[in-house]
């Protein structure tokens, strides 16, 4: 018997830490072992675990979904308990409940049909933190210029072909020649995808792109350690720019066929430029962030979708019988810049710039307590004019004066805007003549969104900031006061009186300088 050879060899079984798996004719089957009087449980009725990985009594990869299905909505339930608003519970989701899967994802195999439920699962339960609709297209939620959280087909990805590459890097012959043999077995496979052969395809385009020919270097002499690892640190580190690569394409290629919801997208995509709001979005006041997301992707409840959802019979502005769009309510209506909601939203990010310059510089604005001598932004000795930048800069020691000039357009009228304004201040540069003069007109779009050019812009006017004040908070800032401005705008964008409010102030504290 078992327990008399084992009892040979001077050991001694533990029944109560064994289980037993059996096969008949190919199939599971619970054929009872014993060790003296102890019979060992089957694995059917009792949990096993190798190297971490569920053992299952049927191996069908059901058990393995149901497995992770019922670890995802037991952690998603436990969020949705916490007593917190939603867009905290979307920031634990992403900081903590997404990164613990890593390790359950790793180690178990999972089918296209099973990753694309689980990612409806997710989906799901993100869209209702966010305030988004069922509708709302999912492109916002994982792309890199969207929220960025990673859905569980992306972080599945990731997670098999890292190891993947870790193995075939510092595993032995005998570990990687067992591979071989998953590659070989799995590449005759026709009804189904395979997940190592995903993985080393994106771990062959590393390797060649740090190799001649995709022969990995035999490293010999003293730095052949330290050789090594930086070659496995570069190949590494390409893998995760292929699996970025891959991300990328297949997000941009899903918002340019998406007519209503991915022309934001699109743009950024276009730019590649992350939103800034990615940084600030869970500093936001309750509902701010609900408002940004679907104003992104026109799912906001404008008469003009309304109408298109059925719910409503006319799709006219009550203020000027205009179509009531986003961009509508947001830059549009006639009646909202006659009565000052436009303006008030950009003296907003005026009063923080101007309120952020050093005081070794002299500034000026149109802005109540900040105009120049005689009223207006330029100062007279300088040059006469009817013309009020928005911001005027005055180094008086090197006897330079900077103009700056902001729009807060739509998206789409970014670089329109930029040029109008240029060339409406353009006689500055030659007309002032005692300083030197720079022209700098940037654009924050109503939404919050930075171009890379207006990136470049802000930086510049970083420099004249006050020593507490980071560029990514100036930055922030600047986006997250046109977003609370515009949010303001759109829930009285049925009110046809506006008293204007007092200036919103920056909802980033300061930090130290020296960040970007």
Same mark, same amino acid.
């Given at each position: 018997?078992?327990?008399?050879?084992?009892?040979?060899?001077?050991?001694?079984?533990?029944?109560?830490?064994?289980?037993?798996?059996?096969?008949?004719?190919?199939?599971?089957?619970?054929?009872?072992?014993?060790?003296?009087?102890?019979?060992?449980?089957?694995?059917?009725?009792?949990?096993?675990?190798?190297?971490?990985?569920?053992?299952?009594?049927?191996?069908?990869?059901?058990?393995?979904?149901? !497995?992770?299905?019922?670890?995802?909505?037991?952690?998603?339930?436990?969020?949705?308990?916490?007593?917190?608003?939603?867009?905290?519970?979307?920031?634990?989701?992403?900081?903590?409940?997404?990164?613990?899967?890593?390790?359950?994802?790793?180690?178990?195999?999972?089918?296209?049909?099973?990753?694309?439920?689980?990612?409806?699962?997710?989906?799901?339960?993100?869209?209702?933190?966010?305030?988004?609709?069922?509708?709302?297209?999912?492109?916002?939620?994982?792309?890199?210029?969207?929220?960025?959280?990673?859905?569980?087909?992306?972080?599945?990805?990731?997670?098999?072909?890292?190891?993947?590459?870790?193995?075939?890097?510092?595993?032995?012959?005998?570990?990687?020649?067992?591979?071989?043999?998953?590659?070989?077995?799995?590449?005759?496979?026709?009804?189904?995808?395979?997940?190592?052969?995903?993985?080393?395809?994106?771990?062959?385009?590393?390797?060649?792109?740090?190799?001649?020919?995709?022969?990995?270097?035999?490293?010999?002499?003293?730095?052949?350690?330290?050789?090594?690892?930086?070659?496995?640190?570069?190949?590494?580190?390409?893998?995760?720019?292929?699996?970025?690569?891959?991300?990328?394409?297949?997000?941009?290629?899903?918002?340019?066929?998406?007519?209503?919801?991915?022309?934001?997208?699109?743009?950024?995509?276009?730019?590649?430029?992350?939103?800034?709001?990615?940084?600030?979005?869970?500093?936001?006041?309750?509902?701010?962030?609900?408002?940004?997301?679907?104003?992104?992707?026109?799912?906001?409840?404008?008469?003009?979708? !309304?109408?298109?959802?059925?719910?409503?019979?006319?799709?006219?502005?009550?203020?000027?019988?205009?179509?009531?769009?986003?961009?509508?309510?947001?830059?549009?209506?006639?009646?909202?810049?006659?009565?000052?909601?436009?303006?008030?939203?950009?003296?907003?990010?005026?009063?923080?710039?101007?309120?952020?310059?050093?005081?070794?510089?002299?500034?000026?604005?149109?802005?109540?307590?900040?105009?120049?001598?005689?009223?207006?932004?330029?100062?007279?000795?300088?040059?006469?004019?009817?013309?009020?930048?928005?911001?005027?800069?005055?180094?008086?020691?090197?006897?330079?004066?900077?103009?700056?000039?902001?729009?807060?357009?739509?998206?789409?009228?970014?670089?329109?805007?930029?040029?109008?304004?240029?060339?409406?201040?353009?006689?500055?540069?030659?007309?002032?003549?005692?300083?030197?003069?720079?022209?700098?007109?940037?654009?924050?779009?109503?939404?919050?969104?930075?171009?890379?050019?207006?990136?470049?812009? !802000?930086?510049?006017?970083?420099?004249?900031?006050?020593?507490?004040?980071?560029?990514?908070?100036?930055?922030?800032?600047?986006?997250?006061?046109?977003?609370?401005?515009?949010?303001?705008?759109?829930?009285?964008?049925?009110?046809?009186?506006?008293?204007?409010?007092?200036?919103?102030?920056?909802?980033?504290?300061?930090?130290?300088?020296?960040?970007?």
């Amino acid at each position: 018997s078992i327990h008399s050879q084992i009892s040979s060899m001077g050991m001694k079984l533990k029944p109560s830490k064994c289980t037993s798996f059996s096969l008949s004719g190919g199939r599971p089957v619970v054929v009872p072992f014993h060790i003296g009087d102890s019979e060992i449980a089957s694995i059917r009725d009792e949990d096993q675990k190798f190297l971490g990985k569920l053992l299952f009594f049927q191996g069908k990869s059901e058990e393995t979904f149901n !497995l992770i299905k019922n670890n995802l909505l037991e952690g998603i339930a436990n969020i949705d308990k916490a007593m917190v608003r939603n867009e905290f519970k979307l920031w634990i989701y992403t900081h903590y409940l997404l990164p613990s899967k890593r390790f359950l994802l790793t180690i178990h195999v999972l089918t296209e049909t099973h990753l694309k439920l689980l990612d409806t699962l997710t989906d799901k339960a993100i869209k209702k933190w966010c305030g988004l609709p069922p509708s709302a297209t999912n492109a916002l939620i994982h792309m890199p210029e969207g929220l960025d959280i990673k859905s569980i087909s992306e972080l599945y990805a990731e997670t098999h072909t890292v190891s993947h590459t870790r193995t075939r890097l510092k595993g032995d012959s005998i570990v990687n020649s067992v591979l071989d043999a998953t590659i070989v077995r799995e590449s005759e496979y026709t009804r189904k995808g395979s997940t190592c052969i995903q993985a080393e395809k994106r771990y062959q385009d590393a390797v060649d792109s740090h190799t001649v020919g995709g022969e990995i270097p035999t490293f010999t002499g003293e730095s052949s350690q330290s050789l090594r690892h930086r070659f496995n640190t570069d190949v590494s580190k390409s893998v995760k720019s292929v699996l970025l690569v891959e991300r990328r394409e297949h997000w941009e290629n899903h918002v340019k066929d998406l007519v209503v919801q991915g022309q934001y997208l699109a743009l950024a995509a276009a730019q590649k430029q992350d939103v800034v709001w990615k940084s600030f979005m869970f500093n936001m006041k309750q509902g701010t962030l609900k408002f940004l997301l679907n104003a992104a992707i026109d799912t906001l409840p404008t008469a003009a979708n !309304l109408k298109r959802w059925k719910k409503t019979s006319s799709d006219l502005c009550k203020l000027c019988k205009r179509r009531q769009t986003t961009n509508h309510v947001l830059n549009g209506c006639k009646v909202s810049l006659d009565t000052g909601r436009y303006t008030w939203r950009h003296n907003c990010v005026v009063n923080y710039i101007v309120n952020s310059v050093d005081e070794k510089y002299t500034v000026y604005s149109d802005l109540p307590g900040h105009t120049a001598p005689g009223g207006g932004s330029i100062p007279p000795e300088l040059c006469v004019t009817a013309q009020k930048p928005d911001i005027v800069i005055l180094d008086k020691h090197k006897k330079i004066i900077h103009l700056f000039e902001l729009t807060c357009p739509s998206e789409k009228h970014i670089d329109t805007r930029n040029t109008e304004k240029s060339n409406k201040y353009a006689h500055f540069v030659t007309d002032i003549t005692q300083y030197k003069c720079t022209v700098n007109c940037f654009e924050v779009s109503s939404k919050g969104f930075i171009s890379s050019r207006n990136h470049s812009t !802000l930086s510049t006017l970083h420099k004249f900031t006050k020593p507490g004040i980071t560029k990514s908070q100036f930055k922030s800032n600047i986006s997250a006061l046109s977003v609370t401005a515009s949010h303001h705008i759109f829930l009285c964008r049925n009110e046809p009186s506006f008293l204007e409010p007092p200036f919103l102030l920056p909802p980033l504290v300061t930090g130290t300088r020296g960040s970007s």
